[in-house]
Every structure is written in C-alpha cells, then in structure tokens.
C-alpha cells in the first residue's frame, strides 16, 4: 500500500484511511499481501489465510496486490501483510535458516508490518524452537517466544477465547503439533484455551503489537474472520461490517466445528 510498490494513481474519492503514527504513509494504491515460503510452510489449507484476506478487503472496495515468495527467493520488505503456514519439521528448520539469512522479515516487522504465523510459522517467528530431535534451533526473534518439544502431539480440534483487548470472537480451529511455547514478557496470551492443547500451559497463539502467532489450522482466518478484520484493519484502518449473506458460509462453519468441539 506504500507509493513505493506502485505508480500513483490519481486520487480517488472516498473515505479517508486511518492512519498510524510511525508507520508509513499510505496511498491509494493496494493491500500488499506476502505469503512466505509456502514450499516449505503451508500444511492443512494455510493458503486459505491469504484467500480470506483477500477476498474481505475485496468486499471492503481495497485492492490487494499478493505476492508468493518461495524459499530461494528474497523476502520482500515493502510489504502490508505477512503470512506463514504450518509444516513439518525439517522444513521448519529449513526454512528458520534461510529466513534468518535473508532478514527481509525481519526487516518488514521491524517497519511496523502485520506479520500472521500459524504452528511452524509461529514458532520459526520467535526466539528459538525444538528440531526434530528436540535440539534447540534459533528462530527469528521477532515474537518474545520459545518453543520446545512437548511430550505427545497435540491434535485435534481446538476452541480458544481471544484476549478481549482484542475484540475477536471466540478461536475455533484445528492443531497438529508436537511443540510447546512459553511466552516471553514482551508477549501476550493470544487466546485461552478451553478445548485443546495451544501453547501447553492453558494458553493460545501470542501477540505484541501486529505480530499475531497461532497453532490454529482450520485455515484460522477462514474459520475466525474476526480475526481476519482485525489484521486487516491493522493497516486500512476500521472496516465496516460485511452484510450477513457475505458472512453466512463463515457462520455455518463456525457452528458446526463448535459444536463438534463441544460434543
Ligand atoms: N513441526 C512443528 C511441531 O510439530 C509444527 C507442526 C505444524 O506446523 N503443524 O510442533
């Protein structure tokens, strides 16, 4: 959404866009989407999340423009919002060495950029994680977070009540994790648990400023599109809500994963 990405195009009517102090300005021009390394990180439907983003800024009136870095290419650092998936372990690993080498990441979050990592992601955004054997392997750091090898695999469905800071209804989704987090003071408690495993001490996915990370599948923004709006309205500002017919196929699939959680 940077002027730096696109032409200017000529000034369009229409609301003016919330604007944040200490991040960029923002143009007309659209929502820069990146979805990082989805050859080594992207398990169970990830891709959905980029899917669900674009699609609500769509029916908002924003354009969005999305970009797919894979593993040997560098990782833009312009860009709106940042997207990581779930994986296996070796993958993960893979892809911490290669994100840590390339800092372009690091670079965005450190610019104020909306960065949302799910499981694999998650962990590879913070301070350090299990491999495959359990063997400590550094993360990124950008989320206060450390992640070790857990006892059995959490997996299965997954219900998780959101910080109210946040103003995100209840986390429906799906997990499949072998690790455990423990978060840092320079993180939050996305969610508390209240069917499932998340982070392994009664606690979901972590947050601190607009860096949000999960063990929620499902993908999580299809299931939770509360959570889609809030990243979302991170960078253009409040949105208005979307008429029920748009919100009905969502609707129908939170209730169903509720209650089979529930049951
Ligand atoms: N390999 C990690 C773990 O087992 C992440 C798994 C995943 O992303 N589904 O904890």
Redesign the pocket.
């Known amino acids: 959404m940077t002027p730096r990405h696109r032409a200017p195009e000529p000034a369009q009517p229409g609301p003016e866009r919330a604007r944040r102090p200490g991040r960029r300005r923002r143009g007309p021009s659209s929502l820069r989407l990146v979805w990082v390394y989805p050859d080594l990180l992207s ?1 169970y439907g990830d891709r959905g999340n980029l899917l669900v983003l674009q699609r609500r800024a769509r029916l908002r009136g924003i354009a969005t423009e999305a970009v797919t870095v894979n593993a040997d290419k560098p990782v833009p650092r312009g860009g709106d919002i940042y997207l990581m998936g ?4 070796l993958p ?1 690993i893979l892809a911490a060495r290669r994100l840590r080498a390339d800092g372009g990441l690091n670079a965005a979050a450190e610019a104020g950029a909306v960065v949302l990592a ?4 998650y ?1 590879v955004i913070g301070a350090e994680f299990g491999g495959s054997e359990g063997e400590p392997v550094p993360g990124l750091g950008i989320l206060d977070i450390r ?1 070790g ?1 857990g006892e059995r ?1 959490g997996v299965g469905e997954i219900v998780a009540d959101v910080d109210p800071e946040l103003g995100v209804p209840r986390l429906t989704g799906f997990e ?4 455990v987090t423990r978060l840092g003071r320079g993180a939050r408690p996305l969610a508390r648990v209240t069917a499932g495993v998340g982070n392994g001490d009664g606690t979901e996915g972590a947050y601190a400023g607009k860096v949000v990370g999960t063990y929620l ?1 499902g993908p999580v923004l299809v299931r939770n599109p509360g959570l889609a709006d809030l990243l979302l309205s991170w960078v253009a500002g409040p949105l208005a809500a979307l008429p029920g017919a748009d919100e009905e196929w969502a609707r129908r699939l939170r209730e169903e994963r509720l209650a089979a959680a529930a049951g």
């Open positions: 398990t779930g994986g296996e372990d993960q799910v499981c694999a992601g962990q992640s090898r695999r499949n994790h072998q690790g599948h």
